[in-house]
C-alpha cells in the first residue's frame, strides 16, 4: 500500500546542486518519519537525512551543511536540497518511511523507494 518513487538524480559537477523528490502514496506523509540514505558500491547503505513528523531533523557529519530534507505536504512529496556536491556524495540514494523515529539502521525501516543515481563528477 504504501509506495515511495525517488526521482531527480543525474549527473552534476562538483560544486554543484542537485535535488531530489520522493513522491509518496499510501501513507499521511505528516503522519511519518521520512529518511533519506545512500550507497556506494562497496560500502554499507548509509542514512544522509531524516525528517520526524514532529518536524526535527538529522543529518551525518558527511553532509551536515549542505543537504536538507523538507516536506510538501500538499504534494506528498519529500525533497532532499544537496549543495556543494562531492565526489564522495556519488551513490544511489533512496529515500524510507517509517511510523517510528529517525534509526539510523536501514533495517529497522519498513518502506523504501527504488532508488535514484546521484554521480558528482566533472
Known amino acids: 500500500q504504501v509506495q515511495l518513487v525517488e526521482s531527480g538524480g543525474g549527473l552534476v559537477q562538483p560544486g554543484g546542486s542537485l535535488t531530489l523528490s520522493c513522491a509518496t502514496s499510501?501513507?499521511?506523509?505528516?503522519?511519518?518519519?521520512i529518511g533519506w540514505f545512500r550507497q556506494a558500491p562497496g560500502k554499507e547503505r548509509e542514512q544522509v537525512s531524516c525528517?520526524?513528523?514532529?518536524?526535527?531533523?538529522y543529518y551525518p557529519d558527511s553532509v551536515k551543511g549542505r543537504f536538507t530534507i523538507s516536506r510538501d505536504a500538499a504534494k506528498n512529496t519529500v525533497y532532499l536540497r544537496m549543495n556543494n556536491l562531492k565526489s564522495d556524495d556519488t551513490a544511489v540514494y533512496y529515500c524510507?518511511?517509517?511510523?517510528?523515529?529517525?534509526?539510523?539502521?536501514?533495517?529497522?525501516?519498513?518502506?523504501w523507494g527504488q532508488g535514484t543515481q546521484v554521480t558528482v563528477s566533472s
Open positions: 524510507a518511511s517509517d511510523l517510528t523515529s529517525c534509526y539510523s539502521d536501514w533495517q529497522l525501516w519498513d518502506y
Open positions: 499510501g501513507l499521511a506523509l505528516d503522519d511519518y518519519t
Open positions: 525528517s520526524e513528523n514532529d518536524g526535527k531533523t
